[in-house]
């Protein structure tokens, strides 16, 4: 019951804080106005800038952030204890996350829908700006190398998985056509495409796909290539051709995996014994590293992370319909994170124990299940363990009312790699755009075309994942410092926003200059610390990296401060097209 009793209390709370702090925010310090002009119309191109009715970009955008992100975090996280990750996801999501996320698309929206990175120099200066496309671009660099793996990781251990997943591609373009080319009706056709998912979810269960070793390269680095051409071509394709009816199939798929593992979680606890086996609070786990700061680094997406301002002022912002349609895409957004990261905790903390498969074959149920998966940090760290977690607790809860375990595991893995798949396409799309702005910025306007830049982005993301061999997983060198770097953009992201809620007047801009300041104190403690241990372990590449990342940060927020100090209510800073 006490799993059910934390989704219950949770859910309603993310209910309330919108309807009463998100309406607050949105109507009294950003001044939302229905008629005001917006990019989507005022550039629209009908491949970037794209007015999009706010339930469909919604499920872009929603897509797009979420990703693996508020599955891995957690399902890590919760080594130090089920408590401080619920209390950081809950209120982080709300206080934070969700400001970070509408503040960077609404500054974008009015801003010519320009990314966070490019906006900088006007509300800090020119350095800033290239400073910032750096920390940009080294985390997409890192995220579309990572992703791809990810996904080559999901169909290797769920080959179930890959027939669906492929399969929502060619559903997604048939539906992309049938509403912007036939002008059929948006949801009856979508509820039709989300019925035929699940219908190559059934044959999926029966019909695995197993990628087989190419030219001396193993099954991950061949869907890794794969996946990085797809990536290429969904990338330049117009949003309404796969991104946008794609995201639509995987808001609906959001809504129906939720609504089952809430289900789960109900029957779970009346009829299966549904309990946490997680410890509530676990200061010192094996090899694990102190939970002040890390906490917070591991667990981004899901309450606050840097990542969703690059997806809020690098597509979204060019489809947002109306400016009033921010909040409810913006903030909203954020929330449903924060309740799907809540359905994670459950389920690696709680569903886990209803069933846990070791290795050698032996079935653990209880505090012996997740004491067995968390044994250490290392045990708990790696990618596959990471989805387990999550896959398996799922499927037992799914399980709890009649749904087949080896259906419910599809689900799950299916669930996980169309996410995925969508911030890959997401990733990729943005990297575009921080390249052409930042080749725009330096004159060198041949290399801004749409072709190029995505081949630059597709080509070094390749060069990355290969960098240790054929299994594609080379971008895993790099993923210590993942974390930080995207946890150092979100502080930096509220900076901005700050500046611009300074020169309003008043005290609005402590809405995001108290969590501009935690994240801030977090990420460059964590920073200085991972310095420490990358010296201890000889890792000369992650401290040579890690060491360029926390100049830079402290440079930024050096900048940030000085300019908080300079800028006047009613100045220059905030003069908008509107």
């Known amino acids: 019951m006490d799993a059910l009793l934390i989704m219950v209390v949770s859910f309603i709370g993310y209910i309330f804080m919108y309807q009463v702090y998100g309406r607050f925010i949105g109507k009294k310090i950003f001044k939302l106005a229905q008629g005001a002009e917006v990019p989507s119309v005022v550039m629209e191109d009908g491949v970037d800038y794209v007015p999009t009715k706010k339930e469909v ?3 872009h955008h929603f897509t797009s952030i979420a990703g693996t992100g508020p599955i891995v975090g957690p399902a890590i996280a919760i080594i130090w204890g089920w408590v401080p990750a619920m209390i950081w996801v809950f209120f982080g999501s709300i206080f934070m996350g969700a400001v970070h996320d509408f503040g960077a698309l609404i500054i974008s929206m009015r801003n010519q829908g320009k990314s966070i990175a490019d906006y900088t120099s006007k509300y800090v200066n020119n350095r800033t700006r290239f400073f910032f496309f750096l920390i940009v671009f080294l985390e997409l660099w890192i995220v579309i190398a990572v992703f791809g793996l990810v996904i080559a990781v999901v169909f290797a251990m769920y080959p179930t998985s890959v027939f669906p997943v492929w399969c ?26 989300v019925v035929l998912m699940y219908v190559t979810v059934f044959i999926g269960a029966v019909l695995p796909i197993k990628m087989p070793t190419i030219a001396g390269i193993p099954p991950t680095g061949v869907w890794t290539i794969v996946l990085l051409i797809y990536a290429f071509i969904a990338s330049t394709l117009p949003v309404t051709t796969l991104l946008q009816p ?15 593992l809430m289900i789960g979680v109900v029957f779970s606890a009346f009829f299966a014994n549904l309990s946490i086996v997680a410890p509530a609070v676990q200061m010192n786990p094996a090899q694990a590293p102190p939970m002040w700061p890390f906490l917070f680094i591991t667990i981004a997406c899901g309450a606050i992370s840097g990542f ?13 319909r109306y400016e009033t349609d921010s909040l409810f895409v913006g903030y909203g957004s954020m929330l449903m994170e924060g309740a799907l990261a809540t359905l994670v905790i459950i389920a690696v903390a709680a569903g886990i124990g209803m069933g846990y498969v070791t290795k050698s074959g ?14 250490s940090w290392a045990a708990a760290a790696g990618l596959g363990s990471k989805v387990a977690a999550f896959v398996d607790g799922s499927a037992n809860m799914l399980a709890a009312f009649g749904i087949p375990a080896s259906i419910a595991v599809v689900i799950m893995g299916v669930f996980v790699a169309s996410f995925a798949g969508t911030t890959l396409d997401t990733a990729t799309r943005i990297q575009r755009y921080i390249l052409s702005e930042l080749f725009d910025s330096v004159k060198l306007t041949a290399l801004t075309g749409k072709y190029v830049t995505t081949f630059l982005a597709v080509g070094t993301a390749l060069l990355l994942a290969f960098a240790t061999g054929p299994s594609g997983n080379g971008a895993l060198k790099l993923w210590p410092l993942f974390g930080a770097v995207n946890q150092t953009l979100a502080g930096l992201a509220l900076i901005i926003i700050t500046l611009y809620l300074k020169d309003k007047g008043g005290v609005k801009w402590m809405i995001s200059g108290i969590p501009a300041v935690f994240m801030m104190v977090m990420t460059i403690w ?3 610390l991972n310095q420490g241990s990358f010296g201890t372990a000889h890792n000369t590449l992650l401290q040579v990296v890690n060491a360029i990342i926390l100049i830079l940060a402290v440079w930024i927020t050096v900048e940030g401060v000085l300019r908080f100090f300079t800028v006047t209510p009613g100045g220059e800073i905030a003069s908008e097209h509107r």
């Open 168 to 193: 929502e591609v060619a559903i997604a373009l048939y539906l992309g056509y049938a509403i912007y080319k036939q002008g059929k009706s948006i949801i009856t056709w979508s509820i039709i495409a």
């Open 57 to 59: 970009i919604f499920g």
């Open 246 to 260: 794609r995201d639509f199939i995987n808001s609906h798929q959001l809504m129906i995996v939720m609504v089952l």
């Open 362 to 375: 032996e079935t653990l149920m209880g505090v012996a299940a997740w004491t067995t998966h968390y044994s």
């Open 308 to 320: 969703h301002s690059l997806v809020s002022s690098g597509t979204s912002a060019k489809q947002v």
């Open 526 to 528: 964590a920073l200085i």
